[in-house]
């Protein structure tokens, strides 16, 4: 471990827990202490696999003088009391996305934040994805010209085999925050915050779950750009993609996460390339994290900005009257 590590606790075991924790690890900047999870079995176990101690359970964890950060990757319906909890007991905080569920939780978040005078990102990872972020970058270094019109789609097919709770609405607050919370916060990064709304969202079909079978939303940014992004769990097939349209490109893919895939046709007069990094974008954000907590600065995503993205998801269902 290098000189500005930092002694870490993780809350959740599960799937996204154990990715994150061990992508920390990768960091070669901090030390795994302690994780747990209301599974006890679940947190022995990965305990076990990454060298550190099984506590037994969020206060037990939190309580420990030998830690000074934690990461938390519980269901979103949790977000809000772990965090508290974390914050009040002086340690930093890595919060999965959603930030939480309301933006009166993201708010008592906030308050509990200021108060510890501890630090809080949220972990909204698309912003260091490829190639999300390096359109991000050309944008705002002026190569692309005006945002015009921008078509999102993210159509699951079997998205709900993951985790029960994915499933319901109090666990999860539906696709939008658990699954377009992704894409809506990387707009609102990128192109400012949201001025108008449409939102239409079905769901017909008998299922075990309760999540919408298709979302279609409408957005409106400044200067005229316009998204349309359509999304849900009723699919016959995955598919994920993305048309941006500017002044002087068109950027397309068929495959978001895979840059080989982007095209791009040129409408200005000026040669247009992205310059992608091959950085894993979950070790970008959590040394991003860590710099961030070294040297005091401000987090690239603080609970403030996570909180416009959880206002902004709030306020799309509010639209829909879901
Ligand atoms: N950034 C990303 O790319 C990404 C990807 C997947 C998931 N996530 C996020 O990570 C979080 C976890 O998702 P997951 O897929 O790992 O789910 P999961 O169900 O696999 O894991 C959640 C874990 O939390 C535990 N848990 C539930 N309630 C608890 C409580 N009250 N106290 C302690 N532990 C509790 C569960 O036992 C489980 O082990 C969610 O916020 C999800 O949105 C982010």
């Known amino acids: 471990m290098n000189p500005a590590s930092f002694a870490i606790g993780l809350i959740g075991c599960g799937q996204f827990g154990r990715f994150l924790a061990q992508a920390a ?22 305990a076990t696999e990454l060298d550190a101690e099984a506590c037994d359970g969020v206060s037990a964890l939190c309580a420990r003088p030998d830690i000074e950060a934690v990461l938390i990757a519980t269901p979103p319906a949790h977000h809000a009391a772990h ?15 959603p930030m939480a569920l309301s933006e009166a939780d993201c708010t008592t978040i906030n308050h509990a934040c200021a108060e510890s005078g501890r630090q809080l990102m949220v972990g909204h990872v698309l912003r260091w994805f490829e190639p999300y972020r390096a359109i991000a970058a050309a944008y705002h270094a002026g190569l692309l010209g005006r945002a015009l019109h921008g078509s999102f789609w993210r159509l699951e097919h079997d998205f709900l085999k993951i ?8 666990g999860s607050g539906g696709y939008l925050f658990e699954v377009a919370a992704h894409e809506l916060d990387w707009l609102r990064s990128v192109f400012g915050e949201v001025q108008f709304i449409a939102a239409g969202i079905d769901k017909r079909q008998p299922s075990t779950h309760q999540l919408e079978d298709r979302v279609a939303l409408q957005l409106g ?8 992004y359509l999304g849900g769990t009723g699919f016959p097939a995955n598919s994920h993609g993305f048309c941006l349209r500017f002044e002087h490109a068109t950027i397309e893919s068929d495959a978001a996460f ?18 992608f990094s091959a950085i894993d974008p979950y070790r970008a954000e959590l040394d991003a994290w860590l710099d961030c907590l070294a040297t005091q600065q401000t987090m690239p995503v603080t609970g403030e900005d996570a909180a416009a993205t959880v206002a902004l998801i709030a306020s799309t269902y509010r639209h829909a009257g879901w």
């Open 25 to 46: 690890m990768g960091t070669g900047r901090i030390g795994l202490k302690a994780v747990c999870d209301q599974d006890q079995q679940r947190a022995a176990h990965l």
């Open 163 to 170: 985790a029960p709770w994915k499933g319901q609405r109090a």
């Open 221 to 228: 940014f400044a200067d005229g750009f316009c998204v349309h």
């Open 258 to 275: 895979d840059p080989a895939r982007v095209r791009i046709t040129e409408h200005g007069p000026h040669p247009i390339t992205l310059a």
């Open 83 to 97: 965090a508290i909890a974390a914050l009040q007991a002086g340690k930093h905080v890595f919060l999965e996305k």
